[in-house]
């Protein structure tokens, strides 16, 4: 088993910036992917970006390029969302979630309990 916690979400004015951690523990050596979701009031869950643990290939969903950073820490088993240029449309709870397949597979085993993100006009 592997659990993840999510912290850093909060309050941000438009065209600020967060950044969002996810520290893993348990077995980890079986994650092969980490990424972030996010879910808006009223919407689907949404994929936001993710990262593939060994090579560190990253991809993102084209509404927060060149905005939204993943990056993971090895030694500390965590992966980070830097959030910059935020928008109201950001405003969501974001989950980090974990893979034993890889981003491509879609399939995520571990979830977060979600970090609230809002971003005010």
């Known amino acids: 088993q592997v659990q993840l916690v999510e912290s850093g979400g909060g309050l941000v004015q438009a065209g600020g910036s967060l950044r969002l951690s996810c520290a893993a523990s348990g077995r980890t050596d079986s994650i092969a992917a980490a990424s972030w979701f996010r879910q808006a009031p009223g919407k689907e869950r949404e994929f936001v970006a993710g990262l593939s643990w060994g090579a560190a290939s990253t991809s993102y969903t084209d509404s927060v390029k060149g905005r939204f950073t993943i990056s993971r820490d090895v030694a500390k088993n965590t992966v980070y969302l830097q959030m910059s240029s935020l928008k109201p449309e950001d405003t969501a709870v974001y989950y980090c979630?974990?893979?034993?397949?890889?981003?491509?597979?879609?399939?995520?085993?571990?979830w977060g309990q979600g970090t609230q993100v809002t971003v005010s006009s």
């Open positions: 979630a974990a893979s034993r397949s890889g981003v491509r597979s879609g399939v995520y085993n571990y």
